[in-house]
């Protein structure tokens, strides 16, 4: 059993001195710039650097709850992260930086919070983002499970990037960045609730460099990852807002053997299944071939593949091509698949 020295405790929320120390020790040597180093209460960027990369500001926020915290291929300071990340990155812009919010149950390892700030760090650098400002928050045991991280973004569009759903055109093209349904099923396994064998990992990754090598291949039309509710809650936003059909090929869906096991033993729909490091991307199609090279040729997309077309009627409607030959409707999700996802 853990000494008390070991856990958090009400005192590191107190905002005296055992609260400082933890911003300190975990939180500001960890995340390591000179913003942050300076202890205010909020960050003060430069206009000037971000005015030289765009003419807008994206600007997204994001709370996270995961169980277990740490699952094959991330946890859930990876998983902050990416996720703001990648939800700035899909306006085709340049992510700067990021603030971040822990809402700590007391009694938390402290070993575990180390882990989970020193991942945050790691992916912020891989990412190109700085964590400049946060919040510390400790809560009553029972209050909360474990540990909560709420993490916003600022990056910077440059002025000749006009991505959003409302852009899609009918013939346009449908392409996901690789394998889907992975994060979903590895926290499925990572539950130990189901005796699955395998070596499922999350797909948990930032995507900001992947979408950069496709603007630089080719115009794109929107983008969006597919996070809770998987492909199916993207298509379909996608189909309201543009008022247009998406056609969906199963035969085309890049899925990992392992994924597609437990989806059939479970019963559960791979199109539904979370994904925290995969994109859906519509394009025009006589650009498709060059973006889907430049995806493929990415670290991040090696696996990406063209699953769908676009087409002007009925207007906001989803369908999927099964193995085959049928068609059949892919609503928006009702409910979770599986809880406390990400």
């Given at each position: 059993?853990?000494?008390?020295?070991?856990?958090?405790?009400?005192?590191?929320?107190?905002?005296?001195?055992?609260?400082?120390?933890?911003?300190?020790?975990?939180?500001?040597?960890?995340?390591?710039?000179?913003?942050?180093?300076?202890?205010?209460d909020q960050a003060q960027l430069p206009l000037a650097s971000l005015n030289g990369a765009g003419d807008r500001l994206s600007f997204a926020t994001d709370s996270f709850v995961v169980d277990p915290l740490e699952f094959p291929g991330g946890d859930i300071g990876?998983?902050?992260?990416c996720g703001t990340v990648n939800d700035v990155a899909m306006a085709g812009a340049i992510p700067r930086y990021l603030s971040c919010s822990f809402i700590i149950e007391e009694g938390l390892p402290l070993a575990t919070l180390e882990r989970i700030v020193a991942?945050?760090?790691?992916?912020?650098?891989?990412?190109?983002?700085?964590?400049?400002?946060?919040?510390?928050?400790?809560?009553?045991?029972?209050?909360?499970?474990?540990?909560?991280?709420?993490?916003?973004?600022?990056?910077?569009?440059?002025?000749?990037?006009?991505?959003?759903?409302?852009?899609?055109?009918?013939?346009?093209?449908?392409?996901?960045?690789?394998?889907?349904?992975?994060?979903?099923?590895?926290?499925?396994?990572?539950?130990?609730?189901?005796?699955?064998?395998?070596?499922?990992?999350?797909?948990?990754?930032?995507?900001?460099?992947?979408?950069?090598?496709?603007?630089?291949?080719?115009?794109?039309?929107?983008?969006?990852?597919?996070?809770?509710?998987?492909?199916?809650?993207?298509?379909?936003?996608?189909?309201?807002?543009?008022?247009?059909?998406?056609?969906?090929?199963?035969?085309?869906?890049?899925?990992?053997?392992?994924?597609?096991?437990?989806?059939?033993?479970?019963?559960?729909?791979?199109?539904?299944?979370?994904?925290?490091?995969?994109?859906?991307?519509?394009?025009?199609?006589?650009?498709?071939?060059?973006?889907?090279?430049?995806?493929?040729?990415?670290?991040?997309?090696?696996?990406?593949?063209?699953?769908?077309?676009?087409?002007?009627?009925?207007?906001?409607?989803?369908?999927?091509?099964?193995?085959?030959?049928?068609?059949?409707?892919?609503?928006?999700?009702?409910?979770?698949?599986?809880?406390?996802?990400?």
């Open positions: 059993m853990l000494r008390e020295e070991e856990c958090i405790t009400l005192a590191h929320g107190s905002g005296g001195q055992a609260m400082q120390q933890l911003i300190e020790q975990y939180f500001v040597a960890a995340f390591d710039n000179a913003e942050l180093a300076l202890m205010e990876k998983l902050a992260v991942s945050m760090a790691r992916t912020a650098r891989e990412a190109g983002v700085q964590i400049v400002t946060g919040d510390t928050k400790v809560v009553h045991r029972g209050a909360c499970d474990k540990l909560f991280i709420n993490t916003s973004g600022i990056g910077v569009v440059p002025g000749d990037r006009q991505l959003g759903a409302r852009h899609i055109q009918p013939e346009d093209r449908v392409i996901v960045s690789g394998t889907v349904g992975d994060h979903g099923a590895a926290i499925l396994q990572a539950r130990g609730e189901l005796a699955l064998s395998g070596e499922l990992q999350s797909d948990c990754q930032p995507l900001n460099g992947l979408v950069e090598a496709m603007l630089a291949a080719g115009p794109v039309r929107a983008l969006r990852d597919a996070t809770r509710g998987g492909v199916a809650a993207v298509a379909n936003e996608m189909a309201s807002v543009a008022q247009v059909s998406i056609e969906l090929e199963e035969a085309a869906l890049p899925l990992h053997p392992e994924v597609r096991g437990v989806s059939e033993i479970l019963g559960l729909d791979p199109l539904l299944m979370a994904n925290e490091g995969k994109l859906i991307a519509v394009v025009p199609p006589q650009h498709c071939d060059a973006i889907l090279a430049a995806m493929q040729a990415h670290p991040a997309g090696r696996e990406a593949a063209v699953i769908g077309t676009v087409a002007a009627a009925p207007a906001g409607q989803v369908s999927v091509v099964g193995l085959f030959g049928g068609s059949r409707l892919l609503p928006m999700p009702v409910g979770e698949q599986l809880p406390r996802i990400c």
